[in-house]
């Protein structure tokens, strides 16, 4: 060991080399999947992408705001910082900025974590971000206790990146360090609602007709059962079949299940497993298009329940982990996702806030211009008229 790799240790600097410090398969094994069933392939369920899009394409849309500081604990906008430069712009040459926010925090809601490598230029001022699907990335734990990221491009090379490299957004998590679904979480649920798609399918794919048993009181030879079964098959099974008149032989006689779609109540169980998925998201059940239970009232609520506990705690999740990987430490900036967009689909309702808050004196003409997007008004020029001889 040399004598710089010496000082190295002690001192306690990260190296990127890797070693043997432990991996993301023994931080977390098994995130990512559930029962067997990788959290990509979740989304095959409708409620779980639904709600997927309905939280990630809500976020993207929203406008980002950075803020400075002064002394006096004051936030000045600041419209001039390369974040917001980024967002305009898009976070590199291929993507947009609403694409790369929608991209992270679906793969933080499937995965229970979202990585983006952060871009900076020569003088380390901040030039884009770069998404990295979760499948790409492998976890270590340095002997510092910080994590880096072995992150692969699909060619058999690897990079390492350590933590102020890299934007890292993750669901709630079992040991402080990586996040965990609650698609894994909620294990009997998801599958739960996967059966009840299954059983469906199967129903449809065997006529949308019940099982049942056919019998008859002559011996049957072992030729003449296989017949009988591939011959039924054919004829009767599948949803192109359904509906058609069996022509039985050999003094058969169909019996019906004693259980049937009704008594099993198949229609009812998926629907209760759109609201499990959507209790497992914090998303009301309106926002997926389920509108079983729904009223006028409570639909005119659901957008304001989706944005105060769907949405913001993941825009503070978001704005947190902005302020700790991209901006400065200790640094006077700081990034908001100003979730009061939402109300541009209510216009009635936003221009009652503008209202009031002008009647009260807390926002001026120009400012409520400003907030619709607007120029500001020019003052008005009054000429002195001339005087006449």
């Known amino acids: ?10 001192v306690g600097y990260e190296r990127r080399a890797t070693g043997a410090e432990l ?28 709600c997927t899009n309905a939280i990630a394409t809500a976020l993207a849309y929203v406008p980002v705001v950075v803020y400075r500081r002064d002394s006096d604990g004051n936030r000045i906008e600041v419209s001039s910082h390369p974040l917001c430069k980024i967002v305009r712009a898009g976070v590199n040459d291929q993507m947009t900025w609403p694409d790369f926010l929608e991209h992270v925090v679906a793969s933080t809601l499937l995965s229970g974590n979202g990585l983006a490598v952060i871009d900076r230029s020569g003088n380390g001022q901040l030039s884009g971000f770069r998404y990295v699907p979760w499948g790409m990335v492998t976890v270590a734990e340095l002997s510092s206790g910080r994590l880096a990221y072995d992150v692969s491009d699909g060619r058999g090379n690897t ?26 979480r909620a294990a009997d649920t998801v599958n739960g609602v996967q059966a009840a798609n299954e059983h469906a399918r199967a129903f449809l794919n065997n006529g949308a007709s019940p099982s049942g048993v056919l019998e008859t009181d002559n011996k049957l030879s072992p030729e003449a059962r296989t017949n009988i079964r591939e011959g039924w098959k054919a004829r009767h099974s599948g949803a192109g079949n359904a509906g058609g008149t069996p022509l039985l032989e050999e003094g058969l006689k169909w019996k019906a299940a004693q259980i049937n779609p009704e008594d099993a109540e198949l229609l009812e169980t998926r629907k209760f497993g759109v609201i499990e998925i ?20 409570n639909a005119a609520q659901a957008g304001l329940w989706f944005a105060t506990f769907g949405l913001a705690p993941w825009a503070r999740k978001i704005e947190a982990e902005f302020l700790r990987s991209v901006f400065p430490s200790n640094g006077p ?15 009635e309702t936003r221009w009652n806030a503008h209202k009031i808050a002008l009647e009260t004196g807390v926002l001026d003409a120009n400012e409520v211009r400003q907030i619709e997007g607007w120029n500001p008004r020019k003052a008005d020029v009054t000429t002195p008229k001339s005087n006449e001889a």
């Open 1 to 10: 060991m040399s004598l710089i790799e010496k000082i190295a240790g002690l």
């Open 23 to 50: 991996s993301w398969s023994a931080l977390a094994p098994g995130i990512g999947y559930y029962a067997g069933m990788s959290a990509r392939a979740s989304e095959n369920l409708s409620a779980v992408l639904g």
């Open 159 to 184: 990079r390492r990146y350590l933590e102020g490299e890299v934007l890292h957004l993750r669901d709630r998590t079992d040991d402080g360090k990586i996040g965990r679904s609650r698609l894994s």
């Open 278 to 297: 959507c209790r497992l998201f914090q998303v009301p059940p309106p926002i997926v298009q389920s509108y079983e239970n729904n009223t006028f009232t």
């Open 333 to 347: 900036y700081e990034m908001e996702l100003d979730l009061s967009g939402f109300l541009r689909g209510d216009p």
